[in-house]
C-alpha cells in the first residue's frame, strides 16, 4: 500500500491510496470539520502503543466524507476505508471502498512516510499557514522517534 499526501494549499490536500498499483482513492481533502492530518498523527501513535485498540480518521472532502477505520489486535491490523456521501452519516450511506490486513510495517509505515514527506516540503509555519489549522511537528518528530526505535528491536 501507498500513500500520498500532495500540494498543500489552501487548507486542502490532495490524497491517494494505490495498492499493488491500483488506485484506491485520488481526492483533495480539507481541514474543515475535522483536522484529519493531526488526528493521524494520534491514531498512528496509538496503534505503535498498543496491543489491542480500535480508532478511526475522517476525512472531509466537502460534502463527502472517508472513513478510516484501524483496528489492531497485537500484531494484526485491519484498515477498513469507508466512503459517506455527506457528513449526516445516514444508515445505508456509506459504502466500503478498501481493506486491508497486515502490521505495522504495512499498514502505518505508508501514511508515516507520507506524513514525513508532507513534512519535509515545509517549515512548520508554512505548513499551518498552508493547511489553515494546527499541525505540530514536534508531533511527528516523537511519532518518528517512536518507529525508529521499534524498527531497531523488529
Not at 476525512?59 to 489492531?72: G, V
Not at 499498514?107 to 499541525?135: G, H, M, T, V
Amino acid at each position: 500500500m501507498k500513500i500520498y499526501f500532495e500540494n498543500l494549499q489552501f487548507g486542502t490536500v490532495d490524497f491517494r491510496v494505490e495498492d499493488n498499483y491500483e488506485m484506491i482513492i485520488d481526492i483533495w481533502f480539507s481541514h474543515i470539520a475535522y483536522n484529519s492530518l493531526k488526528d493521524l498523527v494520534g491514531v498512528l501513535r496509538q496503534l505503535v502503543l498498543s496491543q489491542k485498540c480500535e480508532i478511526k480518521v475522517i476525512f472531509f472532502a466537502e460534502p463527502t466524507e472517508f472513513e478510516f477505520i484501524f483496528h489492531k489486535n497485537r500484531d494484526i491490523l485491519n484498515l477498513n476505508i469507508f466512503f459517506f456521501h455527506d457528513s449526516r452519516r445516514v444508515m445505508g450511506s456509506s459504502r466500503h471502498i478498501f481493506h486491508i490486513i497486515g502490521d505495522i510495517e504495512t499498514i502505518c509505515l505508508p501514511f508515516w512516510r507520507a506524513l514525513r514527506s508532507l513534512q519535509s516540503k515545509y517549515s512548520e509555519e508554512e505548513f499551518n499557514e498552508l493547511w489553515r489549522s494546527d499541525f505540530s511537528y514536534k508531533e511527528l518528530d516523537d511519532l518518528t522517534a517512536m518507529i525508529k526505535t521499534r524498527k531497531q528491536f523488529s
